[in-house]
């Protein structure tokens, strides 16, 4: 082939690459309110940032005739770009091609931007639209699985690992997002879980839609999975963008100052929040409100133990990490989910140089056989172990109550609290 030739049949090959599963599977995917993978990308990155790596990798799978099968860029598009300005890496897989199934080299296109956004110590965003495992390529996709897990379980606590789930996520394709720091997940199009329904009825007989088996909804309300819900694609990006402004880039790096901003103390005046008897509940967000910055709180899993409140704000500009009790809801208790809950984000926080500010008004643990049963002590160890081995700053602030086990528990002066105000 001449030189003229080979440039022709590369524009070719990009072209065709470009163009994903083409028209008919674009389309499908457009009916059911999905962007496309591109599209993804294009919306979440700051514009024309863009840079693809590994766009016309292809298969080499054989059997099952997989050798007459053409699956542009392996099902996956990855790269690097900016987000707010600042360097991520990052993948989309592309349902459109062979249902986004994850072969082995989809997984190394995977595995090479991770290794990439280690080697940069920038952050890996991860939008997942898969059918799971490549069924033609049996054991390799397994391969491809296990190589991806090990570098998130390398990534944590170095880099942000974000996940966007963006259709189906299933089978053991959903522990890599399991793995990461933060999921986001989106009404009608996210679907997660181990076993899909028609396993479920086949084996036990037990019939359940897709949705109230594994939607958005459910990830952030009943399985604590999800941390973040959006009723489309475009608020979904928007929130990732917000989350990106409290966070550093990497565990070396520190997040982005801010010019201090007074709270808003005329909508949020603590007299007004707290009532005087211990009993009465109130919001304990507007107390957070009452001394953030501007008034900003961003809240992470809202919709899941709801008892125990965690999310960033700003104190004189900088990031900061609440944990508070939610008086508003079961009166605040400590309990299985929100000693999970807290002690995750409290890992966090440590992980990323970012501080703790504990709000404390609580009556103590939930009793009950249930908490007991469902392992109370073994979660609730999960809190106490992240609040002692945190060496960030830790401020405590008892605001009415702090009873029985909760007292210690919630980053008392024992647990090596900085400073506890009451
Ligand atoms: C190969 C797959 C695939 C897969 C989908 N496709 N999933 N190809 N391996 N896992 C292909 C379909 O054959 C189809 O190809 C195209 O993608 C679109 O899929 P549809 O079924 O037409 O789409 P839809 O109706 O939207 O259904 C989506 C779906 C369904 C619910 C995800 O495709 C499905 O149930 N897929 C299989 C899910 C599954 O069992 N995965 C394995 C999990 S085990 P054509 O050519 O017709 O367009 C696993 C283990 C990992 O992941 C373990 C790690 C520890």
Known sequence: MGLKQKSTDLRNRMRNALKGGGDKAIEKQKAIGKLTARERIIKLLDPKSFHEYDLLVEHAAKDFDMNKKYLPGDGVITGTGLLMGHPVCIYAQDFTVAGGSLGWMHAKKITKIMDHALKLKVPIIGINDSGGARIQEGVNSLAGYGEIFFRNTLASGVIPQISVILGPCAGGAVYSPALTDFVFVVENISKMFI?????????????????????????????????????????????????????????????????????????????????????????????????????????????????????FGRLDGKTVGYVANQPMYLAGVLDVDSSDKAARFIRYCDSFDIPLVTLVDLPGYLPGVDQEHAGVIRHGAKLLYAYSEATVPKITLIMRKAYGGGYIAMCSHHLRADFVFA
């Not at 489309?232 to 917000?242: D, G, L, N, R």
């Not at 982005?256 to 509940?281: C, E, F, L, V, W």
């Not at 709180?297 to 809202?302: A, D, N, S, T, Y």
């Open 195 to 311: 076993t899909g329904p028609e396993v479920i009825k086949t084996v036990l007989g037990e019939e359940i839609s897709m949705e109230a088996l594994g939607g958005a909804r459910v990830h952030c309300e009943t399985t604590g999975n999800a941390h973040f819900y959006a009723e489309s694609e475009e608020q979904c990006f928007s929130q990732i963008k917000s989350l990106a402004s409290y966070i550093p880039w990497n565990n070396s790096a520190k997040a982005k100052n801010y010019p201090k901003k007074s709270p808003k103390t005329r909508q949020y005046k603590i007299d007004n929040i707290m009532p005087g008897d211990a009993k009465q509940p109130y919001d304990v967000r507007d107390v957070i409100k009452a001394i953030s910055d501007d008034s900003n709180f961003f809240e992470i899993m809202e919709l899941f133990a709801q008892n125990i409140v965690i999310g």
